[in-house]
């Protein structure tokens, strides 16, 4: 089993919708949780980064850990066609710890 | 705007020669990098921890004769391909972390070895 599972996708939505983004995880000494996007042969861009469980809005975008369930979130709202990347999610325990990244799910937004 | 950058962003090179790939931390310094490799439609893998002042931290499967690294000063470390092959062939990609906890990537560097 792996650490972080993420759904691989292709997700693909039309304008204006809101998407939901997933990871799941099996280490509960993760702390540290992130999402980030990547375009097509770019290096990732930090969108969200949060501690411990809880909520955390920053414009279009709410990430949520729930680490009773070890299962994290990304919402896009009012999702637009420049949000078609590939989404990261990322974790780790302490700041000295490596971070482990999901896979990335694919996202396509439909004019 | 950017906060690490990385240089070249994509080079190709001959089978047998060495290709040096630099990453710098933009106005922060950095005594830890982490470099990273991405095949097409996969996730990051980190390859090693690059220490300022002190060697590198390999992951398990990375040879550290092959990819030398380098964290020259606080705001610069280099990964040498050395030997390059066809296999080696892929989208390298440095970070740091800056301020607390978050860590920032570079825009990654395309080798491709023919």
């Known amino acids: 089993q792996k650490e972080v599972e993420q759904d691989p996708g292709p997700l693909s939505v039309p304008e204006g919708a809101i998407v939901s983004l997933n990871c799941t995880y099996s280490?509960?000494?993760?702390?540290?949780f992130m999402w980030y996007r990547q375009y097509s042969r770019k290096g990732p861009e930090l969108l969200m980064y949060?501690?411990?469980?809880g909520n955390k809005e920053d414009g279009r975008f709410t990430a949520q850990v729930d680490k009773s369930s070890k299962y994290i979130s990304l919402f896009i709202r009012d999702s637009q066609p420049s949000d078609s990347a590939t989404y990261l999610c990322?974790?780790?325990?302490?700041?000295?710890?490596?971070?482990?990244f999901g896979s990335g799910t694919r996202l396509s937004i439909r004019p | 705007g950017a906060v690490v950058s990385q240089h070249p962003s994509r080079v190709i090179c001959k089978s047998g020669t060495s290709v040096k790939i630099e990453c710098r931390s933009l106005?922060?310094?950095?005594?830890?990098m982490f470099w990273y490799r991405q095949f097409p439609k996969q996730s990051l893998m980190l390859m090693a921890t690059?220490?300022?002042?002190?060697?590198?931290?390999?992951e398990q499967g990375v040879e550290k004769d092959k990819f030398l690294i380098n964290h020259a000063s606080l705001t610069l470390s280099t990964l040498t391909v050395t030997s390059a092959h066809p296999e080696d062939s892929s989208f390298y990609i440095c970070?740091?972390?800056?301020?607390?906890?978050?860590?920032?990537f570079g825009p990654g560097t395309r080798l491709t070895v023919t």
């Open positions: 280490n509960s000494a993760f702390q540290y």
């Open positions: 970070s740091a972390p800056r301020g607390g906890d978050e860590q920032y």
């Open positions: 106005d922060f310094q950095a005594t830890t």
């Open positions: 949060t501690y411990s469980s």
């Open positions: 690059s220490n300022e002042g002190s060697k590198a931290t390999y």
């Open positions: 990322a974790m780790r325990g302490s700041s000295a710890s490596k971070i482990i």
